[in-house]
């Protein structure tokens, strides 16, 4: 397991990086291969803040707690990380596993104008700049598991390839808390 553990605003003790690392130590059993955990201990006013970012088995889990303890703090956001893996791990169990996981590469560019008050001309005319670009993973999963996925980022959006049509899809949560799925359509 690589641990990474980094302070703000406060000094690191040994006493809090070995309880961080005996609660890491009983989600570690979980997993089957080698889990990246990134915690971030800080203190903002009185507040004690206790984030977890874990990489393992290609998902990645998130847990942020605050009290005014941080080893209160650092159990309930361990907690949380317990019960993402537990909720994961029982929908894992209860689905076969697929012989063909194929994971391919996909791009996509952000896109930025430079005036948004262009005229439509100009817009024809203007070129495009990319601001920002990143290269993914796709990891092939059905929806079911790709709305868990998403449950556990706490993102936004997943981009994955469907198992079931072979076809790049997204799924994302919507404000009402239900979850839509965008599928290419030929």
Same mark, same amino acid.
């Given at each position: 397991?690589? #641990?990474?553990?980094?302070?703000r605003?406060?000094?690191?003790t040994?006493?809090?990086?070995?309880h961080?690392?005996s609660?890491?130590?009983?989600?570690?059993?979980?997993?089957?291969?080698?889990?990246?955990a990134d915690v #971030?201990l800080?203190?903002e006013?009185?507040?004690?803040?206790?984030e977890?970012?874990?990489?393992?088995?290609?998902l990645r889990?998130?847990?942020?707690?605050?009290s005014?303890d941080?080893?209160?703090?650092?159990d309930?956001?361990l907690t949380?990380?317990?019960?993402?893996?537990?909720?994961?791990r029982?929908?894992?169990?209860?689905?076969k596993p697929r012989?063909n996981?194929?994971?391919?590469?996909?791009?996509?560019q952000?896109i930025?104008?430079?005036?948004?008050?262009? +005229?439509?001309?100009? *817009?024809e005319?203007?070129d495009?700049q990319?601001v920002?670009?990143?290269k993914?993973?796709l990891?092939?999963?059905?929806?079911?598991?790709?709305?868990v996925?998403?449950?556990?980022?706490?993102d *936004?959006?997943?981009v994955?390839?469907?198992a079931d +049509?072979?076809?790049v899809?997204?799924v994302?949560?919507?404000k009402?808390? +239900?979850y839509?799925?965008? *599928?290419?359509q030929f």
């Amino acid at each position: 397991m690589n #641990i990474s553990i980094s302070a703000r605003h406060m000094d690191m003790t040994d006493g809090l990086k070995d309880h961080v690392e005996s609660g890491l130590e009983r989600i570690k059993d979980h997993f089957d291969r080698v889990i990246d955990a990134d915690v #971030i201990l800080s203190v903002e006013r009185n507040r004690h803040i206790a984030e977890f970012n874990l990489h393992a088995n290609g998902l990645r889990i998130n847990a942020k707690e605050s009290s005014d303890d941080l080893y209160a703090s650092i159990d309930s956001a361990l907690t949380k990380v317990n019960r993402q893996v537990g909720k994961f791990r029982d929908r894992i169990n209860r689905h076969k596993p697929r012989s063909n996981k194929e994971i391919q590469d996909f791009e996509h560019q952000i896109i930025q104008f430079e005036d948004e008050h262009l +005229t439509t001309h100009q *817009e024809e005319a203007q070129d495009h700049q990319v601001v920002h670009r990143e290269k993914l993973n796709l990891q092939t999963m059905n929806v079911n598991e790709a709305v868990v996925q998403l449950e556990l980022l706490h993102d *936004e959006f997943l981009v994955f390839s469907n198992a079931d +049509t072979q076809q790049v899809n997204v799924v994302y949560s919507r404000k009402d808390g +239900t979850y839509g799925l965008i *599928e290419p359509q030929f």
